[in-house]
Nanobody
């Protein structure tokens, strides 16, 4: 199983980024997928998730600004991040749950700074 994130980088406050996570080795359409983020001074937190049925949930700090979506044909999950704030700075990782096993990507750094 491999999860490969991309799309991170440096962006100014108020800007946007779109993260991608390409999955292989799992039945993507049947998998629960999620984005987490972590900073050195804070526990890892769930940002958004997407069930196999397409239901989505968001953490309160990002609701209304971030959108999670999945393309089952491309085995890819996305996180569109708008109106970014400095407190969104973190390493963002995607995770997949398949047959009760959790898999993680290596993470991608997002830095929001002027």
């Amino acid at each position: 199983v491999q999860l490969v994130e991309s799309g991170g980088g440096l962006v100014q406050p108020g800007g946007s980024l779109r993260l991608s996570c390409a999955a292989s080795g799992i039945t993507f359409s049947d998998s629960y997928m999620a984005w987490y983020r972590q900073t050195p001074w804070k526990q890892r937190e769930l940002v958004a998730d997407s069930t196999r049925y397409g239901l989505t949930t968001y953490a309160a700090p990002v609701e209304g600004r971030f959108t999670i979506s999945r393309d089952n044909a491309k085995n890819t999950i996305y996180l569109q991040m708008n109106s970014l704030k400095p407190e969104d700075t973190a390493v963002y990782s995607c995770t997949a749950r398949s047959w009760g096993v959790d898999y993680w990507g290596q993470g991608t750094q997002v830095t929001v700074s002027s």
